[in-house]
Structure formats: C-alpha cells, structure tokens
C-alpha cells in the first residue's frame, strides 16, 4: 500500500533547482543568483575555528549575531530574526500568518518559492502580474487587499526580472497597506541595487509594526551554501511568531561564525558589487549587441526575452552542452526569457560567445 500524505504536499510545487550537479567539466554556473566569488579569506577563517565545537548545539538565540547586526541596522535585537537562509523565515512566515481562509498577495512571476507558502497553509494565493517593463504593480496589489490579506510580499529588487522600484513608492506603498496585514520586503539582492541605501527601507520600520525586511548573507557575501539569512522586523511579535514555529536550532553554528564575520568586511563587500557591477553592465552591452533589451536590473543578474521565443529550449540546451547553466524563463512563468547570473568576467564572455552562436 502506498504512503497517504497530508493534500498539501500535491499542492506544493517543486522548486526549479538548477541541474548542475551532475555535471562533468568547466561549468559556469549562472543559474542561481550566486556569487561567482569564493567567500571573504577571513569568513572562510573563522568557519574552520568554528569547526572544533560542532560537537555543541548551535546558539538558538544567534545572541552574537543579532547584536551585531543590531549595530549595524540600529533596529533592536528583540525585532531581529535569523535563519536557515532567508527562505527559511519566508516559509515561517506563511505558516505563522497565513491558513485557510487567509490571503497572501505577491507579484508574478517572482520569487519560486512565494507559491509555496499559499499550497501548504491553505491560504489563497492572489498573483498579481508585473508592469510592462517587468516592475511590481504596486497599485494593483493595493486593490487586492481586503480584510482576509494576511501577507503582501514585494521582492525588490525582484527575482525573476531584476527591477527594482524606488523606496519612495515602497514606502508610499507600506503607507497604504492596513495595519493588519504583514509586509514583507524580501531584500534579498539589496546590496546590489543602486536606487536606494540598504538603510533607507530599514529607516521605515519605525512607523510600520507591520513591516519585515528579509535579507540574507546568500548573494553578495557569497555565503549561500551554509545558508544565513535574517529577518528586521517592525515589531517584536513577528519574531516570536517566526521563532515559535521553527525548529530551535534553525541557524547553524558554521553559518553563525561566517555571517558573524562577515559583517566585518563592508569594504571587500561592497567592492564585489563595484565588480558585479561592471561585469553586469558588460553583459548588457553584449545583449544589446544582438538586439536583445533586457530589464533595467539593480541586482546580481539579468533578465531579457530571446529574439524568438519558441527559440528557448534549444537555447538552453546549447548553452548546457557548452557548460553554461541559465534559468529558464518558462520555469518562472514567462516563456521565452533568460535569467541569467551575472558571473566571473570569463564566464560571461562564454556565455556572450556561446549565445552569438545560438542566436545565429
Ligand atoms: C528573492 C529571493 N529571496 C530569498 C532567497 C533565498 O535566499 P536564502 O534562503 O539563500 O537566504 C532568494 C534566493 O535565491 C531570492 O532570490
């Protein structure tokens, strides 16, 4: 007899991983928004010091990390959270907001995990498409709440397409959204954009309890395979709630070490976005030398529509063969679009190379 699971787990989708992992050869891996750079010298330091007490729990309050990052943003310890990367808050988040009968509003396409939160809680998912120029309507999703709207998530800048909206309509938006319903901003790319400071959304906790911030040490700290990420709150009981329905020791004890240390190293980090910047920008010359006009991006990737869209799964493919692993823009809801990380400046000359040659 075969397994009865609970209905959720049919709705659930899959996430679109990349399929790197079997491969043999040079692979460029620009598929998952990652840092082509190895992490910081001295990250990679105090992991291995952390190594030798591994037989001990981690610290299920992350106190150490909390207070740093307390420092840094000024928002207090007691509305700061951390986890297993940013998506494990994401997923906390839906299941301590949301259930059947609730709302949660979201762009699409974004981030391919958002739909997850509304298939496991039961809560009914409202998608609401992108602007032509592949922005959040931010207007649209207004119209969507009503008095069941739990959960409002705008992703910027936003993963699949790149754009970022300036934080004067973010915080016009947070303004208009009634005080029972959550607001994340999932900040995960933030780093990277050039319209805004880190600490000008940070600035707009003080007058929303109802909003979060999710950020993570993923992208520009180049730290995703040990999986940090945090959450700054607008208030206290968001934390606890997060806190209440997550396993204890969410956040592990080499991760802690590493976002710790990381956080001593603005300089080199913001050198690497100097660098992703201009390795970006090449890339967007190269696309726009085969008539290709991609998304105005504010983050470590680019988005753009092929010249003929059935052309995408033969361009994918050629791209593998060559050792080149893009995301697919069918897989995010939008046939015929790239996602494409911006790399190492070898790799994205081989993937400019290697897509002149598909394109022909
Ligand atoms: C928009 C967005 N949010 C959150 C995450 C999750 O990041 P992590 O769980 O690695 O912190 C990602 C990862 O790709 C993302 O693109």
């Not at 999710?214 to 700054?232: I, M, P």
């Not at 976005?273 to 890339?283: D, F, K, S, Y």
């Not at 033969?314 to 790399?343: D, F, P």
């Amino acid at each position: 007899m075969a397994l009865e699971f609970a209905s959720k787990v049919r709705r659930i989708p899959v996430y679109p991983a990349a399929e790197a992992y079997g491969l043999d050869g040079p692979v460029a891996l620009m598929a998952s928004n990652e840092s082509p750079y190895p992490p910081i010298q001295a990250v990679q330091e105090a992991v291995a010091r952390a190594l030798g007490s591994l037989n001990r729990y981690p610290d299920p309050t992350n106190a150490a990390l909390r207070g740093k990052l307390a420092d840094r943003t000024g928002v207090p310890v007691n509305r700061i959270a951390v986890g297993n990367g940013s998506c494990d808050l994401l997923l906390a988040a839906g299941e301590a907001l949301l259930e059947p009968g609730a709302e949660l509003v979201h762009a699409w396409p974004a981030f391919s995990v958002y739909p997850h939160l509304a298939a496991a809680s039961g809560a009914r998912a409202i998608e609401v498409a992108l602007t032509e120029d592949h922005r959040h309507d931010l207007g649209a999703m207004l119209r969507e709440v009503t008095a069941a709207t739990r959960l409002l998530i705008v992703c910027n800048p936003n993963n699949p397409t790149s754009t970022a909206l300036p934080i004067e309509e973010i915080a016009a938006f947070v303004d208009a959204v009634p005080r029972h319903a959550c607001v994340i901003l999932d900040e995960a790319y933030i780093e990277f954009d050039m319209l805004q400071d880190p600490d000008e959304s940070v600035a707009l906790l003080d007058r929303h309890p109802n909003l979060v911030l999710l950020r993570t040490f993923s992208k520009v700290y180049g730290l995703c395979g040990l999986r940090a990420g945090y959450a700054l709150c607008g208030s206290e009981s968001f934390r606890i709630a997060v806190d209440q329905v997550r396993q204890p020791f969410s956040c592990n004890a080499l991760a802690q070490a590493a976002a710790l240390e990381a956080l001593e190293h603005g300089d080199e980090v913001a050198r690497r976005v100097e660098r992703n910047l201009a390795e970006r920008i090449g890339l967007e010359e190269g696309l726009r030398g085969f008539g290709i006009a991609p998304a105005e991006s504010q983050a470590n990737f680019v988005w753009f529509d092929l010249p003929d869209a059935e052309a995408e799964p033969g361009v994918l493919r050629g791209l593998s063969e060559r050792g080149l692993l893009v995301r697919s823009g069918a897989a995010l809801g939008r046939e015929g679009a790239l996602r494409v990380t911006v790399g190492a400046q070898a790799e994205n000359e081989r993937f400019l190379e290697a897509l002149a040659t598909l394109l022909r």
